[in-house]
């Protein structure tokens, strides 16, 4: 039932989601279609993209063989590169504690536990609670949640994927 209740009273501005410069973004999204003019920018871009599933490892050694080859190229690291996707794009995570076991999130009634209510787990690294005698609570897993609003908000900027967005509206109105 406290689930249900936070959920009802829940607003953007409860900082508990969405803060600070991607609140504003959402509540007011930029109407402009996003541009990319640096050619090195699209290139740490395109690496970021084909090696989407790979390490960061990866990643800097792809950046390291092209400086090899292009070594007046400046391309952004994987770091600099992610920020220039959630600042082209408006899309940032709202990351959370989670259990180790992925049993419960620690949001809502959860957050302020120190342990799992499902299998027991702590929520925190025993050992850096230990070290820092209980100032640092560092969770021992995160979780990253993607709000629909901007990335919603993204596809709309681009015309075709505002197009496509188009097709359900499209069809229903020939029916």
Same mark, same amino acid.
């Given at each position: 039932?406290?689930?249900? #209740?936070? $959920? @009802?009273?829940?607003?953007? %501005?409860? /900082?508990?989601?969405?803060?600070?410069?991607? $609140?504003?973004?959402?509540?007011? !999204?930029?109407?402009?279609?996003?541009? #990319?003019?640096?050619?090195? &920018?699209? @290139?740490?871009?395109?690496?970021?993209?084909?090696?989407?599933?790979?390490?960061? /490892?990866?990643?800097?050694? /792809?950046?390291?063989?092209?400086?090899?080859?292009?070594?007046?190229?400046?391309?952004?690291? $994987?770091?600099? =590169? +992610? +920020? &220039?996707?959630? %600042?082209? *794009?408006?899309?940032? *995570? &709202?990351? +959370? %504690?989670?259990? &180790?076991? *992925?049993?419960?999130?620690? =949001?809502?009634?959860?957050?302020?536990?120190?342990?799992? !209510?499902?299998?027991?787990?702590?929520?925190?690294?025993?050992?850096?609670?230990?070290? *820092?005698?209980?100032?640092? +609570?560092?969770?021992?897993?995160?979780? @990253?949640?993607?709000?629909?609003?901007?990335? $919603?908000?993204?596809?709309?900027?681009?015309?075709?994927?505002?197009?496509?967005?188009?097709?359900?509206?499209?069809?229903?109105?020939? =029916?």
């Amino acid at each position: 039932m406290q689930f249900i #209740l936070a $959920l @009802h009273n829940a607003t953007l %501005d409860d /900082s508990v989601g969405l803060i600070g410069d991607a $609140l504003e973004r959402l509540q007011t !999204p930029p109407q402009a279609q996003a541009r #990319l003019d640096d050619p090195d &920018i699209e @290139h740490g871009i395109s690496l970021f993209l084909t090696l989407e599933h790979a390490s960061e /490892s990866a990643f800097n050694k /792809s950046c390291a063989a092209t400086l090899h080859r292009h070594p007046e190229d400046n391309i952004p690291t $994987l770091h600099q =590169v +992610k +920020k &220039i996707i959630s %600042d082209l *794009s408006g899309i940032t *995570s &709202i990351i +959370k %504690d989670q259990c &180790i076991n *992925s049993c419960v999130a620690f =949001v809502g009634p959860y957050t302020d536990l120190d342990s799992c !209510p499902i299998c027991n787990e702590p929520h925190y690294d025993l050992i850096q609670l230990q070290r *820092s005698r209980g100032r640092i +609570k560092h969770p021992r897993q995160v979780f @990253h949640t993607f709000p629909i609003g901007p990335q $919603l908000q993204a596809l709309w900027r681009h015309p075709d994927s505002a197009e496509l967005m188009q097709y359900h509206k499209q069809c229903t109105e020939q =029916v």
